[in-house]
């Protein structure tokens, strides 16, 4: 697989990804770091996409090949809930100076 990347493969856009986020994935594709967009930009983007409801857009599950992706492990159903650790943290960076938890 390294060698396939170093070679500048990069995977075909896959039927039910959107022009615009085949875009976003193949700039983060790059050999070169510099040419790669930074992640606050792709956070913004994906941000953007999200609110704006152009996802819907974006993703047309109706073209999903679940035979050609069969054998594509769901890591997304093992998530773990947050930790007491991550849910402080994010709380004391919402409520700022205004946090009692210190």
């Known amino acids: 697989m390294v060698q396939a990347v170093l070679d500048r493969y990069q995977m075909?856009?896959?039927d039910h990804i959107d022009g615009q986020l085949y875009d976003v994935m193949t700039r983060c594709w790059n050999l070169n770091p510099d040419f790669r967009p930074p992640f606050e930009n792709l956070r913004k983007r994906m941000d953007t996409y999200l609110?704006?409801?152009?996802?819907?857009?974006?993703?047309?599950?109706?073209?999903?090949?679940?035979?050609k992706y069969s054998k594509v492990e769901d890591?997304?159903?093992?998530?773990?809930?947050?930790?007491?650790?991550?849910?402080?943290?994010?709380?004391?960076?919402?409520?700022?100076?205004?946090?009692?938890v210190r």
């Open 75 to 100: 890591l997304g159903a093992q998530d773990e809930p947050a930790s007491e650790q991550v849910k402080t943290s994010t709380t004391e960076k919402k409520l700022g100076k205004w946090s009692s």
């Open 12 to 14: 075909p856009k896959p």
């Open 51 to 67: 609110r704006e409801e152009t996802y819907t857009d974006l993703l047309n599950m109706g073209k999903y090949d679940s035979v």
